[in-house]
């Protein structure tokens, strides 16, 4: 299979910027139930990635891309998509790999890991 055109984008349910980031951790590690994005949750921890998810990624022979939600809604206007979610961007544009629902069924990373494998490559 042919990848070169090809590229995921994983998006966080999260807004960019040194603020929302702090306010996010002060999020997660108050009340981590509440806490809106099961994406970060599942691949961040406190304070920075999760060095297993950095090598999971590097493992990946396809070009990953990371965006808040700001900034994916700046460059696909239009994408409704709810909120954390995968998307496969190929020459036919953009299709979602991991919906938020498949997102929050998530038991932890091994099962994300998989679930990256299985659907979007």
Same mark, same amino acid.
């Given at each position: 299979?042919?990848?070169?055109? $090809? $590229?995921?984008?994983? =998006?966080?349910?999260?807004? $960019? *910027?040194?603020?929302? +980031?702090? &306010?996010?951790? #002060? /999020?997660? =590690? !108050?009340?981590? @139930? +509440? ?5 970060? &949750?599942?691949?961040?921890?406190? !304070? %920075?990635?999760?060095?297993r998810?950095?090598?999971?990624? #590097? +493992? ?9 939600? @700001?900034?994916?809604?700046q %460059?696909?206007? #239009? ?8 998307? %496969?961007?190929? &020459?036919?544009?953009? /299709? =979602?790999?991991? $919906?938020?629902?498949?997102? &929050? *069924? ?16």
């Open positions: 299979m042919h990848h070169s055109a $090809s $590229s995921l984008i994983f =998006v966080y349910n999260a807004d $960019s *910027g040194f603020f929302n +980031t702090l &306010a996010d951790i #002060g /999020h997660k =590690v !108050l009340s981590p @139930d +509440t806490y809106q994005c099961d994406l970060c &949750a599942l691949t961040h921890g406190y !304070l %920075r990635e999760k060095s998810w950095k090598r999971f990624i #590097g +493992t990946l022979e396809i070009p990953c891309e990371f965006l808040h939600r @700001d900034q994916f809604r %460059r696909f206007p #239009g994408n409704e998509e709810p909120l954390p979610a995968v998307f %496969r961007r190929d &020459a036919n544009g953009l /299709h =979602v790999c991991l $919906s938020a629902e498949e997102l &929050a *069924g998530c038991s932890g990373l091994e099962e994300l890991e998989r679930l990256v494998r299985e659907r979007c490559l």
